[in-house]
Nanobody
Framework: QVQLVESGGGLVQAGGSLRLSCAAS????????MGWFRQAPGKERELVAA????????SYADSVKGRFAISRDSAKKMLALQMNSLKPEDTAVYYC???????????????WGQGTQVTVSS
């Protein structure tokens, strides 16, 4: 069993930056594909950024390309999301996710974190 715990959310002004972290416990993340999702009020949960188990392939939603960067340190069981040039429309609860079979978090998610709130003021 894997437990994922996010941190780093908060309130920031438009144009600012935040760094989200996801710490894992209970199992190594070394062979898991990982990602960050977000869900804004009244909207469906969407995939924001994904990274494969080796850490050499990343993908991003069009809305965050060039502003967000996903990274991982499997030895430390950590996943991060660096968010720059934040916009009010980035306001959402951000979730860390892991997928164990190699299909990627875009196909399925086996473990979710509890979420961390990011609020961007205009």
């Amino acid at each position: 069993q894997v437990q994922l715990v996010e941190s780093g959310g908060g309130l920031v002004q438009a144009g600012g930056s935040l760094r989200l972290s996801c710490a894992a416990s209970g199992h190594t993340l070394s062979y898991y594909d990982m990602g960050w999702f977000r869900q804004a009020p009244g909207k469906e949960r969407e995939l924001v950024a994904a990274i494969n188990w080796r850490g050499d392939i990343t993908s991003y939603a069009d809305s965050v390309k060039g502003r967000f960067a996903i990274s991982r340190d499997s030895a430390k069981k950590m996943l991060a999301l660096q968010m720059n040039s934040l916009k009010p429309e980035d306001t959402a609860v951000y979730y860390c996710a892991a997928e164990t079979s190699g299909q990627g978090v875009g196909a399925r998610v086996d473990y979710w974190g509890q979420g961390t709130q990011v609020t961007v003021s205009s």
